[in-house]
């Protein structure tokens, strides 16, 4: 009978334990922009991008990672990566320490290889890339979701160049019809209800004419997914949000 009671308070004590467990989820997509030519995002790692976005620590999260390239076509190759939550009470904490460890040895190595990249391109399509993605994020269910976008922005296709004064011209003076202008570049619309994204936008101007056309360009995304629900930030360097939790 004792035997049996033992027994019964175990398996009260697992479920309890495993019922006040709190879960996490964290997706995570990543755009990289190499079409401007000696871009320098300095070294990007998933310490930081994931520190910097959970700020509690994401060693214990489920965790969904997307990396892709802006390049001058639509359409590249992406890189997915998945680890499961970390029950400690299933697995050992050995088992979980080696599993990010893997994790974080391998992404770091993918991301040293991107930014890499310098030689830039003739081209950016740069708007249809981000709503794609932002369109993804919407779709997906996670505690925490976010993209981040180290990127100028500037769009330079069949459709727009800013690198053309008139063009710039109709950025500053006119941004609503710019933004219309910029929707007719993909077929794809931007879903109404962004809310629970959080959109890094995430670039460094090297003098004043950039800054003012980058400072331009963020504020009217800014402005487009904020009125959707989503949060923007428009940050030099992604530690700035870093609160060094492990």
């Not at 006040?20 to 997509?29: A, E, I, L, M, N």
């Not at 930014?115 to 950016?124: A, C, L, M, N, V």
């Not at 962004?194 to 402005?223: M, V």
Request: charged share 20%.
């Amino acid at each position: 009978m004792m035997k049996h009671i033992l027994k019964l308070c175990c398996v009260v004590f697992v479920l309890t334990a495993l019922s006040g467990c709190t879960k996490r989820s964290t997706v995570v997509s990543s755009l990289i922009d190499v079409t401007e030519k000696g871009h320098d995002y300095g070294p990007i790692t998933i310490e930081e991008l994931l520190g910097a976005i959970t700020h509690e620590g994401w060693h214990h999260h489920e965790i969904s990672l997307s990396f892709s390239r802006i390049t001058d076509v639509h359409y590249m190759e992406g890189y997915n990566f998945y680890i499961p939550h970390a029950d400690y009470l299933l697995r050992s904490k050995a088992e979980r320490q080696q599993e990010v460890k893997n994790l974080t040895y391998t992404i770091d190595s993918l991301l040293q290889t991107i930014t890499s990249d310098t030689t830039g391109k003739t081209r950016s399509c740069i708007y249809p890339r981000v709503v794609r993605e932002v369109n993804r994020l919407a779709a997906v269910q996670a505690d925490t979701k976010a993209l981040l976008l180290y990127s100028d922005l500037f769009e330079y296709t069949d459709h727009i160049s800013l690198y053309q004064a008139t063009w710039i011209q109709l950025l500053n003076e006119q941004p609503q019809e710019f933004l219309n202008k910029l929707r007719e570049t993909t077929t794809e619309q931007l879903k109404t209800d962004l809310t629970g994204i959080d959109i890094y936008i995430i670039y460094q101007p090297s003098d004043l004419a950039e800054s003012t056309k980058f400072n331009a360009l963020s504020r009217l995304y800014k402005q487009l997914f904020e009125a959707r629900g989503a949060v923007v930030h428009i940050v030099a360097h992604l530690n700035t949000f870093h609160y060094g939790h492990k």
